[in-house]
């Protein structure tokens, strides 16, 4: 069982950062693929990055790449979301994961509760 929490989120002017964590609890978390989702009001939960087991492999969505960057600490059992030149659009519920690697919301068995990510504009 794998229990996750994030946090980091936050309001930010566009053009801003933000570094979203997310802390695993659980021996068998290093096991596990984690990525990053986000749902936006009215949209439904699309994929934003993913990183494998060791970290040795990474995955992100166009909008993503360049502006975002996904790594994880096993030591720490914990992921990180680095997100640059944020943009209003990036606005919403951002959710880690953890499961196979992959892009789909079905790949990943376990969730967190979410954080606010806000870009103003």
């Known amino acids: 069982q794998v229990q996750l929490v994030e946090s980091g989120g936050g309001l930010v002017q566009t053009g801003g950062s933000l570094r979203l964590s997310c802390a695993a609890s659980?021996?068998?978390?290093?096991?596990?693929?984690v990525a990053w989702f986000r749902q936006a009001p009215g949209k439904e939960r699309e994929f934003v990055a993913a990183?494998?087991?060791?970290?040795?492999?990474?995955y992100s969505t166009d909008s993503a790449k360049g502006r975002f960057t996904i790594s994880r600490d096993v030591a720490k059992n914990t992921v990180y979301l680095q997100m640059n030149s944020l943009k209003p659009e990036d606005t919403a519920v951002y959710y880690c994961a953890a499961g196979v690697f992959g892009t789909r919301w079905y790949d990943y068995n376990y969730w967190g509760q979410g954080t606010q990510v806000t870009v103003s504009s």
């Open positions: 659980g021996r068998t978390f290093s096991s596990y693929a």
């Open positions: 990183i494998s087991m060791s970290g040795g492999r990474t």
